[in-house]
């Protein structure tokens, strides 16, 4: 049984960056494909980017290309979703989730990170 | 605005029949599977429905999902009020980007 925990709540100012873990256990890291995925208040699922392991490669979201940077350290199983130059509409719930039952399913999910961002 | 389309909002009464529409592009939905995701308020999103019509172990054969062309649906026979929830539909792109539907709130009158 994989589980997926997150760290805790973020207030950032503008301009700022953040960076949010995601600790696995019951897998390793190598094992996994790890996807983010957002939510700002009130709206909808917004994918940011996640491991491809057809390609081998990482993949982000067009809207952003430049800002984010999801890596691994798999020597603690943990994976890490750096997003700069953060501005208000930043302001969400930073979820990870991974593929266990097949590719591309995202269906193990941690518990989210609140990120705020305010001046 | 998200890529796929879905009605903001939906309901039916207890042990009604629901279905929930998602309305992609050739690129999207048209050349890739479906997974709808549950989500309760205040919790992570649960996967419903993976491959377009699978359920994960645990997920009542009350949820069904199906796709036809660029659209896919997800059905809910015998609603419950535990059912009252924000349902969403996603798919991978060409450009293996994963996209997500705008969501429906599901209301059990």
Known sequence: QVQLVQSGAEVKKPGASVKVSCKVSGYTLTELSMHWVRQAPGKGLEWMGGFDPEDGETIYAQKFQGRVTMTEDTSTDTAYMELSSLRSEDTAVYYCATDLLIGRSMDVWGQGTTVTVSS | ?109
């Open chain 2, 1 to 109: 605005q998200s890529v796929l389309t879905q009605p903001p909002s939906a309901s039916g009464t207890p042990g009604q029949r629901v279905t929930i529409s998602c309305s992609g592009s050739s690129s999207n939905i048209g050349s890739n599977t479906v997974n709808w995701y549950q989500q309760l308020p205040g919790t992570a999103p649960k996967l419903l429905i993976y491959s377009n019509n699978q359920r994960p172990s645990g997920v009542p054969d009350r949820f069904s999902g199906s796709k036809s062309g660029t659209s896919a649906s997800l059905a809910i026979s015998g609603l419950q009020s535990e059912d009252e929830a924000d349902y969403y539909c996603a798919a991978w792109d060409d450009s293996l980007r994963a996209v997500f539907g705008g969501g429906t709130k599901l209301t059990v009158l």
